[in-house]
């Protein structure tokens, strides 16, 4: 069965960079776009962008430009989300969802903490 | 701000009925795009719910229905059970400024 399986909690300062992996198994890596959505405490779900496996392609949200970037190894099958220039407002969990082909989430990682503090 | 818009909560007595709305403009669910529901319970991920405006993944029961018309889209909840209390978040695409991914602030079900 499907699996998206996320690297754990993070504690950062503002103004420094995390990286987030999310590794998956039970499909073919390349065949589904894969999105990072965030969620701060008590918030709703933000979208950040989403990543082509198979090409490496991105598209970021327009919030999130220039401070996103998105990357894979698919010999790992493993995709990564690095956020930088944190600040106290980017803390959240952030959730990577496989896309199930029309721009929808059949299948969602666990969750990441990011912590941004002093 | 939200691009979709839903409101905060909703509650009802065990087996009743309740909906709730989702509503966009003319660059997402006006202009023809799917919407698709998930249900969060506190500390996990959300679940899917709905796909397609209409469509239930394998397993949510037939209870639970979605429907979209014009600029607004709705999820109800029939014979509500307890473990209907969740967070509920539309979703859609948007071909304006706001985004590529929209969803609405999430609504509060309360049993």
């Known amino acids: 069965q499907v699996h998206l399986v996320q690297s754990g909690a993070e504690v950062k300062k503002p103004g420094a960079s995390v990286k987030v992996s999310c590794k998956a198994s039970?499909?073919?890596?390349?065949?589904?776009?894969l999105h990072w959505v965030r969620q701060a405490p008590g918030q709703g779900l933000e979208w950040l962008g989403r990543?082509?496996?198979?090409?490496?392609?991105?598209t970021y949200a327009q919030n999130f430009q220039g401070r996103v970037t998105m990357t894979r190894d698919t010999s790992i099958r493993t995709a990564y989300m690095e956020l930088s220039r944190l600040r106290s407002d980017d803390t959240a969990v952030y959730y990577c969802?496989?896309?199930?082909?029309?721009?929808?989430?059949?299948?969602w990682g666990q969750g990441t903490l990011v912590t941004v503090s002093s | 701000q939200s691009v979709l818009t839903q409101p905060p909560s909703v509650s009802g007595a065990p087996g009743q009925r309740v909906t709730i709305s989702c509503t966009g403009s003319?660059?997402?669910?006006?202009?023809?795009?799917?919407v698709h529901w998930y249900q969060q319970f506190p500390g996990t991920a959300p679940k899917l719910l709905i796909y397609?405006?209409?469509n239930r993944p394998s397993g949510v029961p037939d209870r639970i229905s979605g429907s979209k018309s014009g600029t607004s889209a709705s999820l109800a909840i029939s014979g509500l059970q307890a473990e209907d209390e969740a967070d509920y978040y539309c979703?859609?695409?948007?071909?304006?400024?706001?985004?590529?991914?929209?969803f609405g602030g999430g609504t509060k079900v309360t049993v």
């Open positions: 003319s660059s997402n669910i006006g202009a023809g795009y799917d």
């Open positions: 979703q859609s695409y948007d071909s304006g400024l706001s985004g590529y991914v929209v």
């Open positions: 969802a496989r896309d199930q082909g029309s721009v929808f989430f059949d299948f």
């Open positions: 039970g499909y073919t890596f390349t065949g589904h776009y």
């Open positions: 397609g405006n209409s």
């Open positions: 990543i082509n496996p198979n090409s490496g392609g991105t």
